[in-house]
Each structure stands twice: as C-alpha cells, then as structure tokens.
C-alpha cells in the first residue's frame, strides 16, 4: 500500500475584519476599445465596495479575495509571473492551488497537459514550499509550436523546452514531456493520478487527453479544465466535454473563472 505524506498546508495568517483585499490588472481579452473599456473600470472601481476582483475578464466586487489573503499564495504567484496574464489570472492559479491542498492527500500523481512557460505546475509547487511537495508532477506539451489555430504563444520557438526544463531543474519531482497529445503519453504515463489540468485551448487535444487519462483518475481525484467555461473560440471544448462526461453520469461545474471542474467518484 502507498503511504501518503502530504506537505504540510501554509497556515493562513489571521484575517482582519476591517481590511478587505482588492484585485486589479489590465490584462484582459476580447475588449473592442481596450482604452475607454480601461477608463470605464477605473470609474467603476470607484462605485462599489471593498473586495474588488478585476481582471481576467471578471468585475466582482464585496469579496474576500481569499488569493490575496493567503501570504504563500501570493509569493508563489508573483515569483512565477513571467508576464501580466500570469498576475491576471490568480484567481485560476488559486483554484489550482487549492485544488492541489486536497489532491496531495491522495495516492497519484500531479498532471498538467499543457504546460507553456510552466508558470501553473511551479506556482503550484511553490506554494507547497518545493521541498515538501513529493508527488510526481508530469507536464506535457509541444514546447515549440500550439497546434491550435490563431492561437499561437509568444515564447513558443524551438528554444522553449530548454528554458522549461531549466526553469525546473532544481525540480526532481518535475517529469516535462515534449510532444503531441495524445502520442505524447506513449513516452510515459504515470498509472494513477490525484491531479490532473487540462489546458490545451482545443476540443480534439482536451477529449484525446481524457480518453488516454480519464481511468487513472483515483477516486476523489480532481480535473480541472482550464477553458470549459469559456465562450468565443473556446465554445467547442465545452461542447464536446459536456458530451464526453453525460455518456459518464458526469456533470462539469463551471467556475466564474472559466474554469471547469470534476471530482472523481
Ligand atoms: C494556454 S497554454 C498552457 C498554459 C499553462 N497551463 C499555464 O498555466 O501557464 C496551452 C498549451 O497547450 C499546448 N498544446 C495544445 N494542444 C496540444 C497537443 N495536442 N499536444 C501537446 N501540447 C498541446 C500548447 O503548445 C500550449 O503551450
């Protein structure tokens, strides 16, 4: 039998009742006149309580950021932020992070199809303080080219695996695959996993991952599914999974962030 020994969780500090944690960044998507859009938001900040979330194409307000209240989180985000859609997103970054506090506690490993810079897979680790984290951490990705159209990435060149793979050399517990889903598993698969994100921003990629990884999901287990939630050119991942998980009796939970999630039975 597997013995689990789960990193101890980063205590939280104790909460103030009366300072509340606001949220603020530029980077967002799909926006026709990014400069008035920007001006408008600076005006609306204005008009609502403490406890404001914006960014990554989220207003909320009267919330208790429990990301900017969690001192490890915070150090882990913004040590791994390469670029400002890294800042944007913490809110996604904490549903990982906090989707890893109940994934450490089960016997499998960590898996991230979709990797890019790896800032997901270190932020998550970093978190735990790297030392305590002991699961494997498998990351697959082509490093060098998205096979999603019109969705190219800045950093992908033939030089990116190698700045990957440096950037986590100090990392045993991190395996980095390069290569195409789903042959890219074909190199090495762990046979149960805790943990698993999907980010491949396409439809074909996402269902060929799960079919391939789906089964070695532990019970308890969590898929989180970067792009469900997303409308526009992300739609036909939600069509498909939604598909893929009724022919299950699974239901995907759509999070504001535009994030799905399952939990294993
Ligand atoms: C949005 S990025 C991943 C971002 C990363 N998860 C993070 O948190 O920073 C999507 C990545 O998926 C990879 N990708 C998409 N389809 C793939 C496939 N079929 N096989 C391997 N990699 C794929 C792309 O190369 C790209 O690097």
């Known amino acids: 039998m597997t013995v689990i020994k789960p990193p101890p969780l980063p205590e939280l500090p ?13 980077a967002f998507w799909g926006i026709s006149n990014p400069r008035r859009f920007q001006e408008l938001m600076e005006e609306a900040k204005t008009l609502v309580e403490p406890g404001y979330y914006l960014g990554d194409n989220l207003f909320t307000w009267g919330r208790n950021n429990s990301a900017f209240e969690d001192n490890a989180f915070v150090h882990a985000l913004s040590s791994n932020a390469l670029n400002p859609s890294d800042q944007a997103i913490a809110w996604r970054r904490y549903l990982l992070v906090s989707s890893a ?14 990797v890019y810079m790896g800032s997901g897979i270190k932020t998550v680790i970093d978190y ?16 060098d080219y998205h096979p999603t159209t019109n969705h190219g990435l800045p950093e992908q060149n033939s030089a990116l ?9 100090d990392y045993p517990m991190v395996r980095l695959v390069k290569g195409f889903l789903p042959h890219a598993f074909a190199q090495g698969c762990p046979d149960k996993i805790a943990f698993l994100h999907i980010d491949l921003n396409n439809a074909e990629g996402e269902i060929a991952s799960l ?9 308890g287990g969590l898929l989180i599914l970067d792009d469900y939630e997303w409308a526009g050119i992300y739609r036909a991942q939600k069509r498909a999974e939604d598909l893929w998980f009724q022919a299950r009796g ?3 939970m759509p999070l504001p962030t535009g994030q799905g999630l399952v939990i294993k039975r």
């Open 161 to 169: 695996f190698g700045k990957v793979q440096l950037r986590f050399a």
């Open 14 to 26: 104790e909460l103030s009742m009366d300072r509340m944690q606001s949220f603020s960044s530029p």
């Open 250 to 252: 699974y239901r995907v």
């Open 128 to 143: 735990f303080g790297k030392q305590h984290f002991h699961q494997r951490f498998w990351g697959y990705d082509t490093f």
């Open 101 to 114: 506090c109940h994934a450490v506690h089960l016997a499998g490993d960590f898996v991230e199809c979709g």
């Open 211 to 219: 079919e391939h990884l789906w089964e070695r999901i532990v019970p």
